[in-house]
């Protein structure tokens, strides 16, 4: 069973049109969920932390939010540059020590001008 | 630009070359990760060093064989791969392996396995 599911797999918007990606985790202990951006050939870009339910954080267009059971990120307004797969990323306690991140398969977002 | 750099960017071997991938950071992060990842795919991890000591091994076969030289430095030794381990291979650093802490990847070698 999955611990870090997300939704969509894939989300195509037009320029300006604001949606929501979707990360729920079943993991206990959390200990940070993680928002990434990976463009196609690179490494994941590191977007943002979430470190307890409630917590909100934003960078340019794009706004995250946590509850005890799920992250959203929320994008206001897309532009191209924005179309990229977004990976969400948790961190349990692990024994108090070494704790992994587990990713979720992520959604590719396309946004057509 | 990323501040973990890898090298090569792109690495073509035979099966029964020898060849190392490179990782570098400057940021002075004492926890440094390998991951693979497959095409369409999360990233999976492989190695976790903290404090230069491996903490971590995934169950990877010994074809793969991990190195921390010194604080800044990660560098994964590869023998005898087979063509199921062509990957992006992504390097990732964090200040500990402690809670909360984010990790940030470089942009990764592109292995191909003929």
């Known amino acids: 069973e999955d611990q870090v599911t997300q939704s969509p797999e894939a989300l195509r918007l037009q320029e300006g049109e604001s949606s929501s990606l979707n990360c729920s985790y079943t993991v206990s202990g959390l200990r940070g969920l993680f928002w990434y951006r990976q463009d196609p050939g690179k490494g994941p870009e590191f977007l943002f932390t979430?470190?307890?339910a409630g917590e909100e954080k934003e960078k340019e267009r794009l706004k995250a939010t946590l509850t005890k059971k799920e992250s959203f990120l929320h994008i206001t307004a897309p532009k191209p540059e924005d179309s990229a797969t977004y990976l969400c990323?948790?961190?349990?306690?692990?024994?108090?020590?070494?704790?992994?991140?587990?990713f979720g398969k992520g959604t590719k977002l396309s946004v057509k001008p | 630009d990323t501040e973990v750099t890898q090298t090569p960017k792109h690495l073509v071997m035979g099966m029964t070359n020898k060849k190392s991938l490179k990782c570098e950071q400057h940021m002075g992060h004492r926890a440094m990760y390998w991951y693979k990842q497959k095409a369409k795919k999360p990233p999976e991890l492989m190695f976790v060093?903290?404090?230069?000591?491996?903490?971590i091994n995934e169950s990877v076969p010994s074809r793969f064989s991990p190195e921390c030289p010194n604080s800044s430095l990660l560098n994964l030794h590869l023998h005898a791969l087979q063509p199921e381990d062509s990957a992006l291979y992504l390097c990732?650093?964090?200040?500990?392996?402690?809670?909360?802490?984010?990790?940030?990847f470089g942009d990764g070698t592109r292995l191909s396995i003929l």
């Open positions: 979430l470190y307890s």
């Open positions: 990323a948790v961190k349990q306690d692990y024994g108090g020590s070494q704790g992994n991140l587990i």
């Open positions: 990732a650093s964090s200040l500990t392996t402690g809670d909360y802490q984010p990790q940030h």
């Open positions: 060093y903290s404090y230069e000591k491996l903490s």
